[in-house]
Nanobody
Framework: QVQLVESGGGLVQPGGSLRLSCAVS????????MAWYRQAPGKQRELVAR???????AYADSVKGRFSISGDNAKNTVYLQMNSLKPEDTAVYYC?????????????WGQGTQVTVSS
């Protein structure tokens, strides 16, 4: 059974930083493009960052230059380093393997981790 377990969210002031972690079932981590998604209240889930098995990364324009995705093969974990956070980054963050060509998630979603950016 595929498991995706996100953690690391919290309340942070604008301009602050957070590092999210996603523990991934071993098999899917090594053979898929992994991504972080987020869903703000009343909005659709959107892909914000992805990383290929070879380490190539890509970002949504809204987070480019502020967020950084990385992976640790030994720990089967995907990270999202978020810097210079803005109130509009407030959302529940999820990780998943990317399903192409729709860029939706491939596996059942985990519980996500709440990120709130507020003063």
């Amino acid at each position: 059974q595929v498991q995706l377990v996100e953690s690391g969210g919290g309340l942070v002031q604008p301009g602050g930083s957070l590092r999210l972690s996603c523990a991934v079932s071993g098999t899917i981590f090594r053979v898929n493009v992994m991504a972080w998604y987020r869903q703000a209240p009343g909005k659709q889930r959107e892909l914000v960052a992805r990383i290929s098995t070879g380490g190539t990364t890509a970002y949504a324009d809204s987070v480019k230059g502020r967020f950084s995705i990385s992976g640790d093969n030994a720990k089967n974990t995907v990270y999202l380093q978020m810097n210079s956070l803005k109130p509009e980054d407030t959302a529940v963050y999820y990780c998943n393997a990317v399903r192409f060509p729709s860029y939706s998630g491939t596996y059942p979603w985990g519980q996500g981790t709440q990120v709130t950016v507020s003063s």
